[in-house]
């Protein structure tokens, strides 16, 4: 039996190297999709370069997309590729709307011409419900997107629910909430938390800036929810998931839980800075995952304390030979 092929976008980024992790342990022909121009460091597939195959291709243009897929003829199409950091939307507004939403009507286009039997899986995210209607948030809650990527992902969300109706596509998207790992890029708060924490243990560092310590997040772990995208493209109907823990937390909590993973006194070393601060900040993102447990059999198995410790751990590791521990270890 021929295995069964994926292609990954975004394959370079936290969700596509444990996604690629996940369909080669499955026996999967996995095939990465990279910008011809792309800077992005590889380091997050490293281990994987032997046993994945890296092919050009751009969202923002249509005839590449197009070649790529009658290139390799994939099975599954998982759609991770975007602009996906909020502060930068705002910076970057017309580039993030042309790759993080046009660019899944691009590449649906190529499905539809090429081959209308793959399936499909777009990642949308929690902050399409933005201004939050009500909490928990699930599949039917109004959507309130409160940035120019939430705008963005918004709309490929809606066209690939369009492309599914009008063309009958086996077209998925996901509604992940925030989902970290040590993988995790250093802008979003999680990770800067626990690279801070491990600078701070190796002397690296004597303080941590970081905005509103009160805002909460419903948090998960990468790993568990790329599962979640695999099961949504094994089920016999396409359909839209919200995929979360329900659990929220506040960012407060994740730095108490890192500092005393690393026996540090975080009070002497957190410094809270408005600066840091989101100027249109989201309501209470808390998501409800019932539909997708119920359907799909998806459980996520990594808890919220497991989660930051591993963080910790691992940034610790990296930092493993700088210098001695600082002034500020010695608990509270």
Not at 224 to 236: C, F, G, I, R, S
Request: net charge neutral; with cysteine.
């Amino acid at each position: 039996m021929t295995a069964r092929r994926a292609l990954i976008t975004g394959i370079t980024g936290q969700d596509g190297s444990y996604l690629a992790e996940l369909l080669l342990q499955k026996g999967y022909t996995v095939v990465g999709m990279v910008r011809p121009s792309s800077a992005k460091p590889f380091e997050r597939i490293a281990h994987l370069r032997g046993r994945i195959i890296l092919r050009q291709a751009d969202l923002l243009d249509q005839e590449s997309l197009i070649h790529l897929i009658r290139e390799i003829q994939p099975h599954e199409i998982y759609n991770l590729a975007s602009q996906s950091f909020v502060p930068t939307s705002w910076e970057q507004a017309v580039l993030t709307a042309e790759c993080t939403a046009v660019g899944v009507t691009r590449l649906l286009e190529a499905i539809r011409l090429v081959d209308p039997g793959i399936r499909f899986y777009q990642a949308s995210t929690s902050e399409m419900f933005g201004k939050v209607q009500e909490a928990p948030q699930h599949e039917r809650t109004p959507f309130s997107p409160r940035s120019p990527y939430g705008v963005a992902k918004l709309y490929g969300h809606w066209i690939t629910v369009n492309y599914r109706e009008r063309y009958g596509l086996f077209a998925c998207s996901g509604i992940l909430f925030n989902h970290e790992s040590p993988r995790r890029a250093k802008d979003f708060v999680s990770r800067k938390v626990t690279d801070g924490v491990a600078r701070i243990k190796q002397g690296l560092a004597t303080e941590l800036h970081l905005g509103h310590l009160e805002a909460r997040r419903d948090w998960g772990y990468a790993g568990d929810y790329v599962q979640a995208m695999w099961l949504m493209l094994q089920h016999e109907s396409p359909d839209d998931y919200v995929i979360a823990t329900g659990e929220t937390h506040s960012v407060r909590e994740v730095v108490e839980i890192a500092f005393a993973r690393a026996g540090l006194n975080w009070q002497a070393c957190v410094a809270e800075d408005p600066a840091l601060t989101r100027q249109i900040e989201t309501h209470l993102l808390q998501g409800d995952a019932s539909k997708a447990k119920r359907v799909l059999g998806w459980q996520p198995a990594v808890g919220f304390r497991e989660l930051i410790e591993m963080m910790v751990d691992a940034d610790i590791e990296r930092y493993a030979e700088a210098l001695p521990e600082s002034a500020c270890s010695g608990g509270r």
